[in-house]
């Protein structure tokens, strides 16, 4: 309520409360639920220094790609920047220009920076929020996901957010290393969606050499061999949480523009 009333919103309080506790509601998954968002919202204050209006960050944040309510009286050009920062919420196309918009990316990136034991909890928990999905469709996006963010000099895109780099960089190769370790007929391979046909999931046994993520510190680390997997309906990847951003839009509001709200 703070933050919308901050951002320009001019609607009573009694209306605020009514679309906060509207953007509380989405967040209801197992993995992504309030207390990950505040996680998030904990990470965004520590890093959301060169912004001159963090209050749109903390919306774009916790709106996550939606519109905010037009009872909340913001102005169309706030509603549509809270809207593309929450765009970027999954790590998707973040625009090297918009130092908001990385900060954003970086917060929801950086709530993953977590204990290993904390870590494998939340991967648990993600698996049994999409748990429709089945676990080759779930380990492939994931897989997927890890091997494009591993393969940036830094994860996390602004120095800002540089103290959580390590913690998370050890998180998402410990997971990478588990999934190459359960494809027991060999990694699955990357498809762009110009090679693949529309159809289901196929999976083929592997004759490549399987390359692991370096364990022993002394080692350095290998590049990560794209999995082999034939499918015949491309696989979008653009999600940072679970790459399976169209599930989650289920849980947002109805509306998709400021007119449908």
């Known amino acids: 309520m703070r933050s919308l009333r901050s951002a320009g919103a001019t609607a009573p309080d009694a209306a605020l409360r009514d679309e906060a506790q509207r953007i509380i509601a989405l967040w209801d998954g197992a993995a992504l639920n309030p207390r990950y968002l505040c996680l998030v919202l904990e990470r965004l204050d520590e890093i959301d220094g060169p912004s001159p209006e963090p209050a ?78 089945t676990d080759v469709a779930f380990q492939r996006r994931r897989s997927l996901f890890l091997q494009r963010v591993l393969s940036r000099p830094r994860i996390l895109r602004t120095p800002f957010a540089a103290k959580w780099e390590s913690a998370l960089r050890e998180n998402l190769e410990g997971e990478l290393a588990r999934i190459e370790t359960s494809c027991k007929d060999g990694d699955f391979r990357t498809e762009t969606s110009d090679t693949v046909a529309k159809g289901p999931i196929v999976i083929r046994r592997s004759t490549q050499k399987k390359i692991r993520i370096a364990q022993d510190a002394g080692e350095s680390h290998k590049p990560v061999t794209p999995p082999e997997l034939t499918t015949e309906r491309a696989l979008d990847d653009t999600s940072s949480l679970e790459d399976i951003a169209d599930l989650f839009a289920h849980k947002r509001s109805k509306g998709t523009s400021p007119q449908n709200n």
């Open 56 to 133: 749109v960050l903390r919306l774009g944040a916790a709106y996550r790609g939606t519109y905010p309510d037009s009872s909340t009286g913001l102005d169309a050009s706030t509603s549509q920047r809270i809207r593309d920062l929450g765009q970027h919420s999954e790590d998707a196309c973040v625009p090297g220009n918009d130092l908001e918009a990385q900060l954003v990316a970086d917060a929801y990136l950086a709530a993953q920076a977590l204990s290993p034991q904390a870590y494998r909890k939340f991967l648990t928990a993600l698996r049994q929020q999409f748990s429709e999905v």
